[in-house]
């Protein structure tokens, strides 16, 4: 089956610096997601993307979609304590269905 | 708009017994995802539900059942609880319409089996 992994596993960064991650998948992706989750509660949707090439943002957040659609970036800038929480990708299992396949999640610590 | 809503939101179960946990979407959406999600295996994709039919299903014994309603509530059910079941259940709606892979997740129901 598809497999996504995401690098790194884990950040610890200061506050204010930016903030790299990435995702591969084993097939290629006409979506993927950038998901946030905090302790205790559901994931909650950063960034969709559709377009090889394409960069979204959303405030201090940038994700892209490789131009192989096979991978995909998300980018925080100035980082700041509530960005604390575990990043995950997604992409579709199936197309035309509203299924997805995440990756492992990437955890992020900022140092105030 | 209201979000996804999950009840309840903890149980404890022992092994053996039943649970039934129900999720109710964002107004409108008419797909409902369920996923489990584990430490060690991450999130994994259950079923997914539109229009009260069962559309895909994830690679999960029998034991693990769900179901939609008209008005696009779903429930899932789990039979003779093991251990391992023990987990945070998520449950997602999604319109269905162009952005249907935009997945709105609600808290979870975190269950524990002893």
């Known amino acids: 089956g598809q497999q996504l992994n995401q690098s790194p596993q884990s950040m610890f960064i200061q506050e204010g610096e930016d903030v790299s991650m990435n995702c ?4 290629i992706f006409n979506t993927w997601l950038w998901y946030k989750q905090d302790p205790g509660e559901g994931p909650v949707l950063l960034i969709a993307l559709y377009k090889a090439g394409e960069l979204t943002s959303n405030g201090r957040l940038t ?6 659609r ?5 980018n925080i800038s100035a980082s700041i304590p509530s960005d604390v929480g575990i990043y995950f990708c997604a992409g579709p299992t199936h197309s035309g269905y509203s299924t997805l396949t995440f990756g492992k999640g990437t955890m992020l610590l900022v140092s105030p | 708009k209201a979000g996804v809503t999950q009840t309840p939101r903890y149980l404890i179960k022992t092994r053996g017994q039943q649970v039934t946990l129900s999720c109710s979407p964002i107004s409108g ?6 996923y489990q999600q584990t430490p060690g295996q991450g999130l994994q994709f259950l079923f997914e539900y539109f229009s009260e039919t069962q559309r895909n299903k994830g690679n999960f014994p029998g034991r693990f059942s769900g179901r939609q309603f008209s ?3 779903s429930e899932m059910n789990v039979s003779t609880l093991e251990l391992g079941d023990s987990a945070l259940y998520l449950c997602a709606s999604s319109s269905g319409g162009q952005n249907y892979n935009e997945q709105f997740f609600g808290p979870g129901t975190r269950l524990t089996v002893l």
Not at chain 1, 70 to 74: E, G, I, P
Not at chain 2, 29 to 34: E, F, G, L, M, T
């Open chain 1, 63 to 68: 994700a892209q979609f490789g131009t192989t």
């Open chain 2, 29 to 34: 959406h008419r797909s409902v995802s369920w």
């Open chain 2, 71 to 73: 008005n696009s509530r």
């Open chain 1, 70 to 74: 096979k991978d995909s970036f998300l």
């Open chain 1, 24 to 27: 591969t998948s084993s097939s």
